[in-house]
């Protein structure tokens, strides 16, 4: 499994430097979906949430996934970040077969790669902010044990929230607890962020906050994708991709 995987992310990376002629001109694919599909099998009848689709991002890129409710937007975020698996097709992310890895595995990587962000927030109630966002650390045993507080504190100081690093998220508002969660998703620094509705369940102001704190990211050389219902948001990204029953419908990036 293991030697098949290494020839198989030998072919992908020689593919995608040649795939676009000189592989100076433009910045590697960072994120390539080829042909993905998945289907959900249950007593009704199967589901096809994604439907062949074929993506991919270069580094820097912030992109907003547009579309209905139950068109495929959590699943295509869901394919990227490895919560989920294709049921056919490959799916590639920094160099990874992340379709290959088992879950384990894929834990590990995730926490390494990956920036992670939820509607909700998913903090650890009984962990305090700073604690919560040293969990990434921790976890992947990234940094020594000694500067895991200090970098933990950064993010928290990039986001403007150190001053609540001692507290249960239940003692902060709402906003708050979104940037503690965007600090957590960068504790180790991926070159990826994915966001599913991060702004969803905030006020018209912390939305825009979130939304230019993740422009800045970008800014600073991050790929960051977001689901979004917001339109006024989705017209103010470098690329905005729609998806209708399972396809991407239209891309205004390509």
Known sequence: MFLKQ?????KSRKDLHHSNGDATSDPPRLIDLRQVVKTYRNPAGDF???DGVNLTARSGEFVAIVGKSGSGKSTLINMISGIDHPTSGEVWVNGMAVHALGQSEMAKWRGRNLGVVFQFFQLLPTLTVIQNVMLP???????PVRERRERAMHWLEHLEVSDQANKLPSAISGGQQQRVAIAR??????PIVLADEPTGNLDSATA???FQMFSRLVQ??????????DEDMASRVNRT???SD???VNDNGH
Not at 137 to 143: E, G, P, S
Not at 220 to 229: A, L, P
């Open 246 to 248: 399972g396809r991407i």
């Open 137 to 143: 650390m921790d976890f992947c045993n990234t940094y």
């Open 208 to 210: 825009e906050v979130i």
């Open 6 to 10: 290494k020839r198989a992310m030998h």
């Open 185 to 190: 998703s960068l504790a180790n620094d991926p």
């Open 48 to 50: 096809t949430a994604l």
């Open 220 to 229: 600073e050389g991050k790929t960051v994708f977001m689901v979004t219902h």
């Open 241 to 243: 991709l729609t998806v």
